[in-house]
């Protein structure tokens, strides 16, 4: 695989750094875990912090990529400003640079790339987003797919006596799904990765295993990871919702939701971070005064911020 016919790599670090999709996936679903890990268990440590940025990087990093490679999901670009916006107001920095190229710098030193010395980094300033590529395959909302992915992965590994083990093997299954899809979806807007298109049809093989399906060719173990997912909720799909729809979502069901706000004093919450949440047809989320996390309010508050409870 020639790795400059990648349109990532029109961005100098990811060129430098060469992060596969299957990585850039594995890192953004790490990340997640390890953070919703950590709010579980003592939301308010310096570590839980920490993590938080993480996640910020990585799922920003996974965003950036699907948009640089052409998604027609709006979302996603939108997503990967706001990440970037976030992790840069995070580390309290000033730079003259957009949050987007800070998150691209962040990833690559991340990984040990030393982006202060680079005398390459030019071409990433001022980098505009392609136009989105025709496919014949309708493809599920890139950032509906990413937030399953992470989401379905926290849950699968949860040990909750409230969630029963065929659940759990359920929401594996749901991972699986997304996962393979992301994979699929990625070779499919750049034919030159191979390796995620390799990757997708492994996924495939493996749900058709798991569904103790027949073998198959290996296009048809790609299609069949799009067939699982329009299965897995056919009550739910993109005719759930109307065209104007009060919600927001144009009738796909999913809004971009913000999560985190930065106080800035007086009862003043700027919003700082959103993330793509299934859409309430307008109507808000009530919380019950026996939540453990917010007490009824919908937020909690620390650091200096205010954050969205998902409990």
Not at 63 to 72: H, I, K, Q, S
Not at 137 to 156: E, F, K, R
Request: charge should be negative; hydrophobic fraction near 35%; include cysteine.
């Amino acid at each position: 695989m020639d790795h400059q016919l990648l349109p990532e790599y029109a961005v100098a670090p990811y060129r430098h750094e060469r992060p596969s999709l299957r990585r850039l996936l594995l890192e953004a679903r790490w990340a997640s875990y390890q953070h919703c890990s950590a709010l579980e268990q003592d939301p308010d440590a310096p570590f839980t912090a920490v993590l938080s940025r993480a996640r910020t990087l990585h799922v920003g990093a996974l965003y950036d990529v699907f948009a640089l490679r052409g998604t027609d999901d709006p979302d996603v670009y939108d997503s990967a400003r706001t990440c970037g916006d976030t992790l840069r107001l995070l580390d309290d920095v000033d730079t003259p640079t957009t949050g987007l190229d800070y998150l691209r710098q962040q990833y690559a030193q991340a990984h040990h790339m030393d982006t202060a010395t680079d005398d390459q980094l030019s071409p990433l300033f001022g980098h505009t987003f392609p136009e989105p590529i025709d496919l014949d395959v309708i493809y599920p909302a890139t950032s509906d797919l990413i937030h399953q992915m992470c989401d379905s992965y926290v849950w699968s590994k949860i040990r909750n006596p409230s969630l029963p083990p065929a659940d759990a093997a359920a929401e594996a299954r749901r991972h699986l799904i997304c996962h393979g899809l992301l994979l699929d979806y990625a070779a499919a807007l750049a034919p030159a990765d191979t390796a995620a298109a390799a990757a997708a049809v492994e996924a495939g093989h493996a749900l058709r295993t798991l569904d103790r399906r027949p073998t198959c060719s290996d296009p048809h173990a790609r299609a069949y990871l799009l067939d699982a997912y329009r299965d897995l909720d056919p009550d739910n799909g993109t005719d759930a919702h109307p065209g104007d729809c009060p919600g927001g979502c144009h009738g796909g069901g999913i809004v971009m939701t913000t999560v985190t706000w930065e106080s800035h004093g007086d009862g003043i919450y700027v919003p700082v971070y959103q993330e793509p949440f299934d859409c309430t047809g307008g109507e808000p989320e009530a919380h019950s005064e026996t939540c453990p996390t917010c007490k009824g309010h919908g937020y909690t508050y620390s650091r200096g911020e205010r954050q969205l409870c998902l409990g």
